[in-house]
T-cell receptor, first 111, second 114 residues
Framework: RKEVEQDPGPFNVPEGATVAFNCTYS??????FFWYRQDCRKEPKLLMS???SGNEDGRFTAQLNRASQYISLLIRDSKLSDSATYLC????????????FGAGTRLAVHP | DADVTQTPRNRITKTGKRIMLECSQT?????MYWYRQDPGLGLRLIYY???????NKGEISDGYSVSRQAQAKFSLSLESAIPNQTALYFC?????????????FGPGTRLTVL
């Protein structure tokens, strides 16, 4: 079983739609969580951290449920520029903050 | 100029050849990492380094070696390349801040081993 699992998609949505991605992690010792965005053939870039209380950054909302070991990302009012792969990432301190990456969920926003 | 650079950006080589991928950073970070990315898999850590004298194996270090020549430079070598090392390779840097450290990635090197 992968340590971080995501639905690979693709999610095909029209502009303006709301879309949600889910992610589960298997290591209960995981301490921190992130969403990274990766455009095609480009490097991953940090989109946002995920906090236990949930957090919002503009059109993006991240939620964490430690009891269910579940993380989500909600994108409201999708833009064409949101088309990318979204990587769910967990981190736990094993001498350093080791990042465990999910394989990613691909989003395609169409006109 | 990019904060994390990788050279080459693309490389095609043959089985058995020795290959070196280079990474440089101007962010002043002490920590550097090498990952590989394969379709359908998440990024997997090959090696990481906390400073010039500290090198550690990641989860898939077999067939790879690294050198931390300076705080700003971290090279990955494939001593004898094989086809299943065909992948997208990323270098990353970070600086510990509190309990977490955000990693910043270079643009990647696409390596094909024939």
């Amino acid at each position: 079983r992968k340590e971080v699992e995501q639905d690979p998609g693709p999610f095909n949505v029209p502009e303006g739609a709301t879309v949600a991605f889910n992610c589960t992690y298997s290591n209960s010792a995981s301490q921190s969580f992130f969403w990274y965005r990766q455009d095609c053939r480009k490097e991953p870039k940090l989109l946002m951290s995920v906090y236990s209380s949930g957090n919002e950054d503009g059109r993006f909302t991240a939620q964490l449920n430690r009891a269910s070991q579940y993380i989500s990302l909600l994108i409201r009012d999708s833009k064409l520029s949101d088309s990318a792969t979204y990587l769910c990432v967990s981190s736990f301190s094993g001498g350093y903050n080791k990042l465990i990456f999910g394989a990613g969920t691909r989003l395609a926003v169409h006109p | 100029d990019a904060d994390v650079t990788q050279t080459p950006r693309n490389r095609i080589t043959k089985t058995g050849k020795r290959i070196m991928l280079e990474c440089s950073q101007t962010k002043g970070h002490d920590r550097m990492y090498w990952y590989r990315q394969d379709p359908g898999l998440g990024l997997r850590l090959i090696y990481y380094s906390f400073d010039v004298k500290d090198i550690n194996k990641g989860e898939i270090s077999d067939g790879y070696s690294v050198s931390r020549q300076a705080q700003a430079k971290f090279s990955l070598s494939l001593e004898s390349a094989i086809p299943n090392q065909t992948a997208l390779y990323f270098c990353a840097t970070s600086h510990r801040w509190g309990d977490t450290d955000t990693q910043y990635f270079g643009p990647g090197t696409r390596l094909t081993v024939l």
